[in-house]
Every structure is written in C-alpha cells, then in structure tokens.
C-alpha cells in the first residue's frame, strides 16, 4: 500500500508542476487588476497584472500558517506527503493527521528487526517484503500463494501454495536493523507550521517540489470562492497596488502649453524613463490625460509601427509595379517574334520491330543440396525440357496464330 501511495504523489507533483509553476490568469480580475502570469520565484510567486493601462509586478509569499491552514484542509496532500518523505527524518508510513494537525509517521530506527531479501533491499514489514516477492516474481501472486513463517521464531520468509503448508523459502529473511535505536519512539509527528517552515526553506533554495507547494497554496488567492482562497484576495490587490508606480502629475501628462516643442520634449520624457528603468523590473506606463495629443511623441510606438507598414507597402507596391511593367511591355513587342518557334529538324530513327526469342534458358532452381544420413541428397528443378518445348512447340504456333490475326484485320474482318 505504501509503493502505491509513493506512485500517487509522483503522478500528483507533475500536475502540479503543470499547472501550477507558471499559470496565465487572463481571464482572473482582483481588485481591477488582471492577472497575467504567475511565476514560481522560490518560495513566493511573482504575478504580473495589469489595471488601467498600467503594469506591476508583485510578489507573493505564503505564510507558514498559510500552508499549514492548506495541509489542514487536507489540500494538495499527495504533494505534501511526497515532500515529507523527502524533508523529514527517514521513516515510512506518512500520514497527514488532520486529527493532530500534524505530519505522523514512523522512524526507521525505531524497528529492532527488519527483512532482507537476496538482492540486499530492505523492507521494515512483514507485508512490504511479501509484496516485493510477488512483484519481482510475476509468476507468483497473492492469489494463488500465501507469504508466511514456518513459526513466530524462523526467520525465513516462506512462500506456500494457497491454503496449504506446502512451499519454499522465498530467499528473504528477517535480520537485525543496523539502524535500530532503543530510544527511538515508534511515531513521530511534526505540527503542520513547522513542516510549512521547512517547505518554504526548500522551495527558497530550489526544490520544485516545495515550490510546486508554495505556488498552489499563493494561487487560492484567485479562487472565486473567498472560502477556497487560503491566501485572501485582497493580500494579492494590496501587494500590486504597493508595486504599482505612481501616476504623473496633471502638468505632466498634458503637455499643451506648447505644441511646438511638446513632441520633443515628452520623447525626450519617454527615453529618459527607459533608460532609468533597471531591465530586470517591469515598469508601468501612466494613463494618459483626458487630453490626448495625436502627435508621436506621445505614441511612438504607434508610429513607428505605421511607417513599418507604409514601408512595406511601398515595397510591396513598387514589386507589382515592375511586373505590370514587364507584362505590358512583352506584349508590345512584334506578334512575328512571339508567333515564330524555331524547331530543330528531326532525324528518321530506325526502329527495329522484330520479335526476338533467343533469350537463354534459366538455370536449374536447386531445392536441396547436401548429406542426409549418409544419403547424398540433390534436389533440383530443371527448365531445359520446358525451354525446348517452348522453343520448339510454342514459338511456331505463336507465330502462326499471330499471322492467322494479322491478316484478319488487314482484311476488315471484325467477328468475334
């Protein structure tokens, strides 16, 4: 049971990871902002909106008390259990107490004995050991034969046919835990806050699998239902509202005091805040004022997307314009020159119309060759009397039948 439960949290870390590392939420609004993207940055995630023409980027990490409220919920459990094994004490059988609002298992140490089968594996259960000798045996399963003891004290694990006593030794046996500590207790628990902190150390030094976690538990900020959003909306509105950057002022936005140098000096504006922006920071535009000027300092972009066009408008103009040329001036040209083809004169090819039937006979196809028993065994098919009929039978009939036709249709006869 526990090889399937390890199967499961394998199959349930690559959905996460498909669909949690980096989701678009075009569709998802927060506080006016639209969501973009989401993208795991360590233990937090880094969503990218946008709210009226502006953009920001802000980054959300999870509280401890976050992830352990989602572990609570049993959420993403396959996940977490995956990771305990991975971050917590070696143990086997983890559970998610809901109970105990705790991550339980139980410590290897804590086992005095444990099964060695031939190969050198280790299993700490009776039941585990079983299961891998029907699975490395595939012609033997727990429906026909029963793993068991000979007596409490044999150490051998036997393998018997169902319901009987009737068997063999399995080649596993029960020895000593060179691990075993008498101190150990036979269960251990770590409260699920604890576990959480542990999850976020990991995911902020690069396991994916933490930050499969961590990226789940930020996204509930956009479930539509507050009950589902373990991470409240409003903590991901409030932390893109802070990154947002502060709107111009009206003086600033509304350069009409002088049209004259207005494109020069809000182009001016534009490069000056490009070239202060660091590359690594997304940077927002301001919104525009109510009055908009229509000239390109203002949309630069637009503008050089419009004289991209008229340019390969103009190319593509300037192509169909030296082909209509072309075109027009083949057919002005003297009908005699395009009505004349010259054709070179052409040679009389002797064809020879002959039939010909002295091709060879094939050679004999040998079946077998060789010594049976001491018997000299040669096994072949000869063509050489099949040849002679042919020639000497076939060849005059064929003739004779073809002539017979010839004449017939040189004479216009059309029976049969």
């Not at 233990?43 to 946008?50: N, Q």
């Not at 980054?59 to 995956?82: D, H, V």
């Not at 699998?209 to 789940?216: V, W």
């Not at 350069?255 to 070239?275: E, L, R, V």
Request: some cysteine.
């Amino acid at each position: 049971m526990a090889r399937y439960k390890v199967y499961i949290a394998s199959l349930m870390i690559v959905v996460m990871q498909l669909t949690t590392t980096h989701v678009a939420y075009a569709s998802t609004s927060i506080g006016g902002w639209n969501i973009g993207s989401a993208v795991a940055q360590g233990a937090g995630v880094a969503y990218t909106a946008m709210k009226n023409g502006a953009t920001a980027v802000a980054n959300l990490r999870p509280s401890p008390s976050q992830i352990a409220k989602a572990l609570g919920r049993g959420m993403f459990g396959g996940l977490a259990l995956t990771l305990a094994q991975s971050l917590l004490d070696k143990g086997i059988d983890y559970v998610l107490d809901q109970g105990k609002q705790a991550v339980t298992y139980k410590p290897k140490s804590s086992f005095q004995y444990i099964y060695q089968d031939r190969d050198g594996q280790y299993f700490y259960t009776f039941d585990s050991a079983c299961n891998s000798y029907f699975k490395k045996n595939s012609g033997y399963s727990s429906d026909d034969y029963d793993c068991g003891t000979r007596s409490a004290s044999d150490n051998a694990l036997m393998i018997y046919s169902k319901g009987t006593k009737s068997g063999w030794e399995s080649g596993t046996y029960r020895v000593a835990n060179p691990d075993y500590d008498s101190s150990s207790p036979s269960e251990k628990s770590v409260p699920f806050p604890q576990f959480a902190s542990q999850v976020i150390d990991s995911a902020d030094n690069g396991n994916k699998d933490a930050q499969s976690l961590t990226t789940a538990v930020a996204n509930t900020a956009l479930a539509s239902n507050t009950d589902d959003q373990i991470v409240p909306a409003s903590q991901l509105s409030q932390a893109l509202d802070a990154s947002a950057p502060s709107k111009p002022d009206d003086d600033a936005k509304s350069p009409t005091t002088n049209p004259t140098n207005s494109n020069t000096q809000t182009q001016d504006q534009t490069q000056d805040q490009i070239a202060s922006s660091p590359a690594s920071t997304p940077t927002a535009s301001p919104m525009p004022s109510k009055d908009i000027p229509t000239d390109c300092g203002f949309f630069n972009t637009a503008c050089v997307w419009f004289d991209w066009t008229k340019t390969q408008y103009n190319t593509a103009k300037t192509a169909i314009t030296d082909t209509q040329t072309a075109i027009t001036e083949y057919f002005k040209t003297d009908s005699s020159e395009k009505d004349t083809v010259d054709i070179d004169q052409q040679k009389d090819q002797n064809i020879d119309t002959n039939i010909n039937f002295n091709g060879s006979c094939p050679p004999d196809f040998v079946l077998y060759q060789g010594d049976f028993l001491g018997i000299s065994i040669d096994w072949k098919i000869e063509f050489s009397a099949f040849c002679t009929i042919l020639t000497s039978y076939v060849r005059p009939v064929v003739i004779l039948v073809g002539s017979y036709l010839s004449i017939l249709i040189m004479g216009g006869r059309r029976d049969g």
